[in-house]
């Protein structure tokens, strides 16, 4: 099966605009961890999950297919990056007390992956899925951001996307599942910025690649009306968390 990696074209745009998740979602999943000592972050991007994890477990195994992705990662002396599909690793049997996937896991074949999480974690050991749906900033704006999302930019984006859109209800998830709360993200943005991220969307780099240019410049051009280039706005992403225990 050919793994799909929408995101090294545009890893260092991944790396200094995706927002980082909120400490609140890390002490939860801590707060059911039995044990700190191995930790595996499956498609770990920038490293943003593997750099918080690595303050809490002594070793931090962090993967992704793009090595692009890896090269513009937070560096650590207990993490350890590799280039490794998420369905077919070389970790040992029974290794990690926490695997956790943000924002990554509808690319994922689930089954194999499943049967990988299965088998590297130890017994009792948790897994934690995660990621953000789309944000809101103000009534006016969202408007005009729905419109971008729903008529330029939906047809490019992989199938995979409703998933996220959806929270991951209804992905099969084989765990003694823990009920969790809802959390946010919630950082202050320029309207650059802003620009910044739409950038890291597979959707847009797809939508350059066949129309040779990017939809994102108009977007924010009519934005200017609503969002002056300079002011800063609250830019709000819920957050959506699925928290399993693997055996024992």
Not at 28 to 35: L, M, S
Not at 121 to 149: H, Q
Request: charged share 20%.
């Amino acid at each position: 099966m050919e793994k799909k990696d929408y995101f090294s074209r545009q890893a260092k745009e991944y790396a200094a605009f995706r927002p980082t998740y909120p400490e609140e979602l890390y002490n939860f999943i801590f707060n059911h961890a039995k044990k700190s000592s191995c930790a595996w972050d499956c498609a770990t991007g920038n490293g943003q999950v593997a750099r918080y994890l690595a303050n809490h477990f002594e070793r931090v195994y962090a993967t992704d297919i793009s090595k692009a992705q890896l090269d513009n990662a937070f560096r650590a002396k207990n993490i350890f990056y590799s280039v490794t599909p998420a369905e077919q690793t070389p970790f040992t049997s029974n290794q990690f007390d926490l695997i956790t996937v943000a924002q990554a896991l509808h690319w994922f074949n689930l089954s194999d992956f499943y049967k990988e999480v299965m088998r590297t974690a130890r017994s009792g050991g948790l897994i934690a899925v995660w990621g953000y749906a789309l944000l809101s900033i103000n009534p006016e704006i969202d408007k005009l951001f729905m419109d971008f999302y729903k008529i330029r930019i939906e047809p490019y984006w992989d199938d995979a996307r409703k998933l996220v859109d959806n929270h991951y209800r209804g992905l099969p998830f084989p765990f003694d599942e823990i009920v969790c709360p809802a959390f946010d993200i919630t950082v202050q943005w320029t309207s650059g910025q802003f620009a910044g991220y739409l950038n890291s969307w597979s959707a847009v780099q797809k939508c350059i690649t066949r129309n040779g240019a990017n939809p994102v410049d108009p977007f924010m051009e009519g934005l200017r009306s609503v969002w002056n280039p300079g002011d800063e706005k609250v830019v709000t992403f819920p957050v959506f968390l699925r928290l399993g225990r693997i055996g024992g």
